[in-house]
């Protein structure tokens, strides 16, 4: 299901896709994973705002944010609003924010991605990517909250999969969140091309 495609084709909106498909996400299913409870629509501090990627987040200090997880590289402005309104217009990249609206910063982001296939008849698989929090504000769940709320919208969106690779260290995180290591498939192979960078 690509919510985020505007019916008339338009995709000069400021974000990467609809914010009301971030509503009524079925947190029940997942409250014994979060305490004190948190929701993307109640995130435990009112100057918390969980929404997707807006344009305007490059300068909200988005790539920075991204850069304490890996290498960004030069991005300039121009660079980031081409590559947005490409992500926008594919219509299967649901980048997902934290912003502190106190200051008008990125402080926490997921990537779900998904995928059309024809196996499990015709049906949509999601990858969590890029998953980070400022490390200036660890300890108030934001890692469990952006990836609970990229998670139960990728089942919203009626995925039947929801993959991720992990660094060892973050497997019991991602654990307690309802993931687990797939048996036979544990290793993560790939093939790297030269950087651009």
Known sequence: MYYNMPAN???????LYNPD???????KSV?????PFITNENPGEDYFLVRPLQI??????????????????????TDFEVQF???QKAGCYFVTVIEDIRDSRIIGSATLVTELKFIHKCGER?????????????????????????????????SYK??????????????SLGYSLEPGN??????RYESKL
């Open 21 to 27: 498909i971030l509503h009524g996400l079925d947190w």
């Open 85 to 87: 309104r490409k992500m």
């Open 162 to 175: 929801m993959s991720l690779d992990c660094k060892d260290q973050l497997i019991q995180f991602y654990k």
């Open 186 to 191: 544990a290793n993560t192979m790939m093939l």
């Open 126 to 158: 999601a990858r969590l990517e890029d998953v980070v929090v400022n490390n200036t504000y660890r300890g108030k769940q934001l890692g469990k909250l952006i990836v609970l709320t990229v998670t139960l919208l990728a089942k919203k969106l009626g």
């Open 9 to 15: 084709g338009d995709f000069h909106t400021s974000y």
């Open 56 to 77: 305007e987040d490059y300068d909200k200090g988005y790539l920075q944010l991204l850069s304490q997880l890996t290498t960004v590289g030069d991005v300039s402005k």
């Open 31 to 35: 409250q014994s994973k979060v305490t």
